[in-house]
């Protein structure tokens, strides 16, 4: 098997529809739990730069990551839980391929620490 050497942007337009996803997954749980959502909203992010863009998105990759780790725990279907947890398994490979584009390790911990510490 060859390795693929996909372009960078190539990547991020992915990790974009799947954002685009996600947050619809999110809105229709919210709204199975009875609880109101955010709406889009309009946002300056401060990045001018290639470089900043991909350092400031494994910013939001990380929130990513936490919300669906935290939002788990809130869903009473099974159906949600296991798209809710392959969603969250997306998000970390998301994570992990922008901490190897910044030069950080892609897999830094054996597990990540609770929530609630």
Known sequence: MDVC??????????????????????????KE????????????FPVKT??????FSGVLEQIGGSAYSGLLGLFSSSEFIEHGATVLAVEA???????HLTHFSPFPAVS???PDQ
């Open 5 to 30: 050497w996909c372009s960078t942007r190539t990547l991020f337009e992915e990790i974009l529809t799947h954002e685009v996803a996600h947050a619809a997954l999110i809105t229709e749980a919210l």
């Open 33 to 44: 739990l009875g609880e109101d959502y955010v709406r889009p909203g309009t946002y300056s």
């Open 50 to 55: 290639v470089d900043q863009f991909v350092r």
């Open 93 to 99: 490979r998301q994570s992990a391929y922008v901490r």
């Open 112 to 114: 990540n620490p609770h």
